[in-house]
């Protein structure tokens, strides 16, 4: 049985050549220092992050654009169907002005009557809701946008241009005309204003000489 000689601490073993310094930095490792494993894994695990957020502005960019894409589309079949409608609309009226012509002039002349006259009223009211309009009047200036002048006169009691009977009615359909008034036209009659002008300066000449006859005005 052996006895422990008092005063004596064991220590590690520590490589020949090393200090007692050595031992004691391997034997109790810095306090608070991370692994450098752990450090390696958060970064990449940032740098992953990062790239997800690339990857998903990069898609929610194309997605935005797409979006807009789609919707320019659908405003731009929208418009062509509209104006396809129109076109077929206006082809199909332009067909049945001919036939309105003849009811119109039936109507003048006191034959739209019986079933025939039902018939045209139908005819004319499905005409209306797909948006034909007649115009013309007589009476009103002459318009060359909208008015075609097949007869021409002068009359002494217009002052412009004037449409004085409609040969035919116009028809438009919202904004676009498909056929123009066809009218006779009347314009002021030549001279007629220098006619007037000559009037106008003989009764005051006349007036004039008046006055001088009877003494002048008088006075207040």
Do not use: W
Request: contains cysteine; charged residues 30%.
């Amino acid at each position: 049985m052996t006895e422990e000689t008092p005063g004596f601490e064991e220590k590690p073993d520590v490589p020949s050549g090393a200090t007692p310094e050595d031992a004691e930095s391997k034997a109790a490792p810095e306090e608070g220092a991370a692994p450098a494993g752990d450090v390696n894994a958060d970064a990449g695990l940032v740098a992953q992050l990062d790239q997800v957020r690339t990857a998903l502005g990069e898609r929610t960019a194309d997605l935005q654009r797409l979006q807009a894409e789609y919707a320019n589309y659908r405003r731009r079949v929208e418009r062509d169907r509209i104006a396809v409608k129109e076109i077929a609309v206006a082809n199909l009226l332009t067909e049945l002005l001919p036939v309105l012509d003849d009811i119109g002039r039936a109507r003048e002349h006191g034959e739209l009557v019986g079933g025939f006259k039902s018939v045209a009223e139908s005819l004319e009211t499905v005409a209306a809701k797909m948006g034909l309009q007649q115009f013309g009047k007589e009476g009103e200036p002459f318009d060359p946008t909208i008015h075609e002048a097949l007869m021409h006169s002068y009359a002494p009691d217009v002052t412009e241009t004037t449409c004085v009977a409609i040969l035919q009615p116009g028809y438009r359909i919202g904004e676009r005309t498909i056929r123009p008034a066809r009218v006779a036209v009347a314009e002021p009659q030549p001279g007629a204003q220098t006619v007037k002008a000559e009037g106008a300066e003989e009764s005051t000449e006349a007036a004039e000489a008046d006055d001088k006859e009877n003494g002048g005005p008088e006075e207040g």
